[in-house]
């Protein structure tokens, strides 16, 4: 079952970019992930909404995730929240 997460991450729009670079993600979503968007909320903080095949792969990627903000030097640990997708409908 696909699963849907929403990340509060705590970083700027900057921060948020220069650790998808270090991922190296380009303009795709995540290997393994269905959807991948990246949000400014009324802070100014990047909000991210994913949807993954599965947790596990969700939760692997979040390993390679971490060490990235550490480099980048993105304080705390992200708030995220997990949902099981009920309807998906593509753009």
């Known amino acids: 079952m696909a699963i849907c997460r929403v990340i509060e991450t705590g970083a700027s729009p900057e921060q948020y970019d220069e650790v998808s670079e270090r991922l190296g993600l380009g303009e795709s979503a995540p290997p393994g992930a269905q959807l991948h968007i990246g949000a400014v909320g009324d802070d100014g903080k990047i909000r991210v909404v994913e949807v993954w095949d ?18 980048v030097g993105v304080g705390g640990q992200p708030s995220i929240t997990y949902m099981d997708v009920h309807a998906l409908r593509g753009a």
């Not at 599965?54 to 990627?61: H, I, K, L, M």
């Not at 979040?62 to 990235?68: F, G, I, L, Q, S």
């Open 54 to 71: 599965s947790r596990d792969e969700a939760e692997q990627f979040t390993e390679r995730v971490r060490a990235a903000r550490e480099e």
